[in-house]
């Protein structure tokens, strides 16, 4: 059975940082990708990063201010998020595709985690 599950979550003041964690079970893929939602928004791509050669891509609202990394011994994927903005507010999700590949649409993904509350206050 496969699994993702986010932490890291929580209630930040505008600069600050937070690391949020993804931590996969069940089978073993081609990346790990994270995406949030903003209340009344659409799911948006944040950070994708591939398991084995590490390659790494951003969206352009988060790029040198998000950094994600992993661990295989860990099978856990980390996103770094510092200089924190307001509208960076979201639920942040970790997700994964059956594919060979990392696409920037949600609806392409096989698996969720359950997500996890960023909230960044002004």
């Known amino acids: 059975q496969v699994q993702l599950v986010e932490s890291g979550g929580g209630l930040v003041q505008a600069g600050g940082s937070l690391r949020l964690s993804c931590a996969a079970s069940?089978?073993?893929?081609?990346?790990m990708t994270w995406f949030r939602q903003a209340p009344g928004k659409e799911r948006e791509f944040v950070a994708a990063?591939?398991?084995?050669?590490?390659?790494?891509y951003y969206a352009d609202s988060v790029k040198v201010r998000f950094t994600i990394s992993k661990d295989n011994a860990k099978n856990t994927v980390y996103l770094q998020m510092n200089s924190l903005k307001p509208e960076d507010t979201a639920v942040y999700y970790c997700?994964?595709?059956?594919?060979?590949?990392?696409?920037?649409?949600?609806?392409?993904?096989?698996?969720w985690g359950q997500g996890t509350q960023v909230t960044v206050s002004s």
């Open positions: 069940g089978r073993t893929f081609y990346g």
């Open positions: 990063i591939q398991w084995s050669g590490g390659s790494t």
């Open positions: 997700a994964a595709e059956i594919g060979v590949r990392l696409t920037t649409s949600a609806y392409d993904y096989d698996y």
